[in-house]
């Protein structure tokens, strides 16, 4: 009889163990905006990618990445994606967090100006709108002002106005000649009659996967699951129009097609396959992640850079496996 009962007992308990795999691992992952900047998680989530990697994943829209950042810290969510200026910003603070992957490594700006900007160099002695001094949106503008070959800080003027809405609606007024806005913004600078003004691409890191240190060393497996399921989402928005538009118009909300074709080709415009952002893109983004949190200082940032599950996958040939 009680070899009997034992072996209920360890058949039951097989069969949670087998059941709890087969329902898969859960993690919460945050996502800070609605642009289109974290399609490989939207699409890695809606084609069943964590799934099939055992992961059942939840993702969760937070606005800015100071709510992301203190989601993590307190367990609510194992993983969070975003740009990197928020997360080296809390490294500053003495957060260890560490950057896993990063697939779109080229800053998703332009310049909307006008009329009489015709090209980079008539910026000197102009106005350039900007959120607030000391804000993204200014640093934007300072990198892309010294990327022009200009002075960020003698042969332009900034002034402060607020969002991308309040930019706009300063330069339609002639109070700017310049502002910065997202690239995906770009048919709505049109459609209000302005003009952008192309500027050469500048690598940063923007579309990124973080976890704490702690939770890496004590869930590897996990983590290596879910950087594996980012990995094919990349492979399958650059592979899959249709699904990936799909994937966009749900997450975004944008039904006009014309806007969602050209959210769509501004992100995969540039992508990583493999996504580990270049020297450039990370010596950029601890520039500006200086600035902003001077405290980083001093500090090995790139310690907080841990690429071995890519690294892997790479070895094993298995991204270069998803793009045959």
């Not at 009997?4 to 996502?31: M, P």
């Amino acid at each position: 009889m009680k070899f009997r009962l034992s072996c209920i007992v360890l058949g039951a308990a097989l069969s949670l163990i087998t059941n709890g795999f087969a329902i898969g691992q859960e993690v919460n992952i945050s996502y800070p905006g609605l642009t289109g900047d974290s399609l490989p998680l939207w699409v890695a989530k809606e084609a069943g990618v964590f799934e099939d990697n055992g992961i059942r994943a939840t993702l969760i829209y937070m606005e800015g990445g100071r709510l992301s950042v203190q989601s993590l810290l307190s367990g609510s969510t194992q993983f969070m994606s975003g740009d990197a200026v928020s997360a080296l910003t809390a490294v500053a603070g003495g957060l260890d967090i560490v950057l896993l992957a990063s697939a779109k490594n080229i800053l998703p700006y332009v310049f909307a100006v006008s009329e009489d900007i015709q090209q980079p160099k008539d910026l000197k002695n102009k106005i350039i709108a900007i959120s607030q001094i000391g804000g993204r949106a200014g640093e934007v503008a300072r990198m892309v002002v010294k990327n022009i070959g200009l002075n960020p800080d003698k042969d332009v003027k900034y002034l402060s106005v607020g969002g991308s809405r309040s930019r706009l609606a300063a330069l339609s007024k002639g109070t700017v000649h310049a502002a910065p806005v997202a690239r995906g913004l770009v048919p709505t600078v049109k459609k209000a009659g302005l003009k952008t003004l192309e500027v050469k691409p500048i690598p940063f890191i923007v579309d990124a996967l973080w976890t704490m240190r702690q939770y890496a060393e004590t869930h590897p497996a996990i983590v290596n699951r879910v950087v594996k399921s980012f990995v094919k989402g990349i492979a399958i928005a650059i592979k899959d129009r249709g699904t990936a538009l799909q994937v966009l118009r749900k997450y975004t909300k944008i039904d006009a097609k014309e806007v969602l074709s050209y959210t769509y080709e501004t992100y995969i415009n540039g992508v990583d396959k493999i996504p580990i952002p270049s020297d450039a893109a990370v010596e950029n983004t601890i520039e500006m992640s200086l600035r902003l949190a001077p405290e980083l200082k001093g500090k090995d940032v790139k310690k907080h850079f841990y690429f071995d599950p890519v690294q892997q996958l790479k070895k094993q040939g298995y991204i270069e496996s998803l793009y045959k």
